[in-house]
C-alpha cells in the first residue's frame, strides 16, 4: 500500500509569508496527526483529525495556524504569516481507528516537511 | 494530558554491545506505548510496540519492557549493529480512549564498527 505522502519535502521563507503543507494519508486511516520537531526536541503533537473532523488541537501554537482535511482525505497544514520559531520538521502520520474497543493501532508518518524560516 | 520523559538523549555504544533506552509517562490509563526508528533523512518507522496487557515483548535482537507500577517502559537492543544507529522515539497513547501517541525527545544511538 503506499504510505504516507507530504509536500513539500523542504520549503524556505521568509518571516511574514504564508506556507501550506499538504499531507495524503494512508486510504483508509481515518486517524490522521500532525507534529512538529525543533531539532533535539520532542515530536510535539499540533493537532489530530478523525476523518474531516478536528478531534484534538490542543496543540496548536497560536492562530497562526490553520489545519484542515478536506472530506476526510488529505490534509493542509498553513502557516500564515511564518515567524522564525516556526522552523522546523513537520510530520504527518495516520492510523486505522481501533474499533469498538478503542484500541490504538500503528501510526505511519510521512518523510516530513522541513520548513525553515529566515 | 500525557508527558513523555527519555533517556538518555545521546547513547554511543561499540558494535556488538547492548543498548538500553528508558521511557517514563505520566497518565497511568496509557495503554499503547510504540517505539520508532529514524535513520537519517528518514520517516519515523514503529519497530516494536507493546500494550498493558503484557510485560515484555521481543522481536529477534530488540525487545521493550513495561513496568505499569512504575510507569515506565525501556527498549532493549542486543548485538548492536552500525545499522541501529538512528534516533529513536518512545510513544504513549490510549488513555481515556485517545489516538494520540505522545513522544519523548528521542534517543541518538550511535554504534561504533
Known amino acids: 500500500e503506499a504510505g504516507v505522502t507530504q509536500f513539500p519535502s523542504h520549503s524556505v521563507i521568509e518571516k511574514g509569508q504564508t506556507v501550506t503543507l499538504r499531507c495524503d494519508p494512508i486510504?483508509?486511516?481515518?486517524?490522521l496527526y500532525w507534529y512538529r520537531r525543533v531539532m533535539g526536541k520532542e515530536i510535539k503533537f499540533l493537532l489530530h483529525f478523525v476523518k474531516e473532523s478536528k478531534q484534538d488541537e490542543s496543540g496548536m501554537p497560536n492562530n497562526r495556524f490553520l489545519a484542515e482535511r478536506t472530506g476526510g482525505t488529505y490534509s493542509t497544514l498553513k502557516v500564515q504569516p511564518a515567524e522564525l520559531e516556526d522552523s522546523g520538521v513537520y510530520f504527518c502520520?495516520?492510523?486505522?481507528?481501533?474499533?469498538?474497543?478503542?484500541?490504538?493501532?500503528?501510526?505511519?508518518f510521512g518523510q516530513g516537511t522541513r520548513l525553515t524560516v529566515v | 494530558g500525557e508527558n513523555v520523559e527519555q533517556h538518555p538523549s545521546t547513547l554511543s555504544v561499540q558494535e556488538g554491545d547492548s543498548a538500553v533506552i528508558k521511557c517514563t509517562y505520566s497518565?497511568?490509563?496509557?495503554?499503547?506505548f510504540p517505539w520508532y526508528k529514524q535513520e537519517l533523512g528518514k520517516r519515523p518507522q514503529l519497530i516494536i510496540d507493546i500494550r498493558s496487557n503484557v510485560g515484555e515483548k521481543k522481536d529477534q535482537r530488540i525487545a521493550v519492557t513495561l513496568n505499569k507500577t512504575a510507569k515506565h517502559f525501556s527498549l532493549h537492543i542486543t548485538e548492536t549493529q552500525p545499522e541501529d544507529s538512528a534516533v529513536y522515539f518512545c510513544?504513549?497513547?490510549?488513555?481515556?480512549?485517545?489516538?494520540?501517541?505522545?513522544f519523548g525527545r528521542g534517543t541518538s544511538l550511535i554504534v561504533h564498527p
Open positions: 502520520a495516520s492510523s486505522r481507528l481501533g474499533g469498538v474497543e478503542n484500541l490504538n493501532t500503528e501510526a505511519f
Open positions: 486510504s483508509g486511516h481515518d486517524n
Open positions: 497518565d497511568s490509563a496509557s495503554n499503547y
Open positions: 510513544a504513549a497513547s490510549g488513555a481515556r480512549g485517545s489516538y494520540i501517541p505522545t
